[in-house]
Nanobody, 122 residues
Framework: QVQLVESGGGVVQAGGPLRLSCAASGRTLSFMGWFRQAPGKERDFVAAVIGRGGSTYYADSVKGRFTISRDSAQNTVYLQMNSLRPEDTAVYYC?????????????????WGQGTQVTVSS
């Protein structure tokens, strides 16, 4: 069993930064990622990190603004978000996979955090 505990959401002005954290406990994880869901929309991929601090992948909408990283010693993954825009407003979910597969597809993640609200004001 894997437990994911997120923190770091909040309200920030457009152009500002925010950092999300996700502490994982339990089994060995193949990859971890962040997804987000705005009201009335589907849950979208944001970023993923493969293995223990390996390759990283980003949605086109956040490339160059967001950075995902993983602290293997503490089994924590971070999402540093810079130059935030109002359209980044959503509930952000941390996710983990123990069996691999499509790192940008929510169906390949078998554990999810409770979600944290990020609101970017204009």
């Amino acid at each position: 069993q894997v437990q994911l505990v997120e923190s770091g959401g909040g309200v920030v002005q457009a152009g500002g930064p925010l950092r999300l954290s996700c502490a994982a406990s339990g089994r060995t994880l193949s990859f971890m990622g962040w997804f987000r869901q705005a009201p009335g929309k589907e849950r979208d991929f944001v970023a993923a990190v493969i293995g223990r601090g390996g390759s990283t992948y980003y949605a086109d909408s956040v490339k160059g603004r967001f950075t995902i990283s993983r602290d293997s010693a503490q089994n924590t993954v971070y999402l540093q978000m810079n130059s935030l825009r109002p359209e980044d407003t959503a509930v952000y979910y941390c996710a983990a996979s123990t069996y691999g597969g499509g790192w940008n597809d929510p169906r390949y993640y078998n554990y999810w955090g409770q979600g944290t609200q990020v609101t970017v004001s204009s």
